[in-house]
Nanobody, 123 residues
Framework: QVQLVESGGGLVQAGGSLRLSCVDS????????MGWFRQALGMEREFVAA????????YYLDSVKGRVTISRDNAKNTVYLQMSSLKPEDTGVYYCSVHQRGSLYRYSSYGYWGQGTQVTVSR
């Protein structure tokens, strides 16, 4: 059974960096496309990035391109989200998830969510 655990969030000043990690402690996810989403207070969950399992192709939300890098280590069952030049609008709870079917950019295309990790970017 998939069990996703996110970590690495925290409080950082604008312009700072964070690296988020997501470990699947339940089973190997090497054959699954993985995604990161975020949810700001009072807002809908929003796609941030995804990485395809079979060729490593990556996809990003336009507003994070050039500042965020998604990567994975299949041997460690871990997917990462390296974020730099952080902005206050990046604040939110960040979740990783397993893509099931359909568009990589849609929340409804994913299943198995972790508990999330809070990222707060101060001005």
């Amino acid at each position: 059974q998939v069990q996703l655990v996110e970590s690495g969030g925290g409080l950082v000043q604008a312009g700072g960096s964070l690296r988020l990690s997501c470990v699947d402690s339940g089973r190997t996810f090497s054959t699954n496309t993985m995604g990161w989403f975020r949810q700001a207070l009072g807002m809908e969950r929003e796609f941030v990035a995804a990485i395809r399992w079979y060729d490593g192709t990556t996809y990003y939300l336009d507003s994070v391109k050039g500042r965020v890098t998604i990567s994975r280590d299949n041997a460690k069952n871990t997917v990462y989200l390296q974020m730099s030049s952080l902005k206050p609008e990046d604040t939110g709870v960040y979740y990783c998830s397993v893509h099931q079917r359909g568009s990589l950019y849609r929340y409804s295309s994913y299943g198995y969510w972790g508990q999330g990790t809070q990222v707060t970017v101060s001005r």
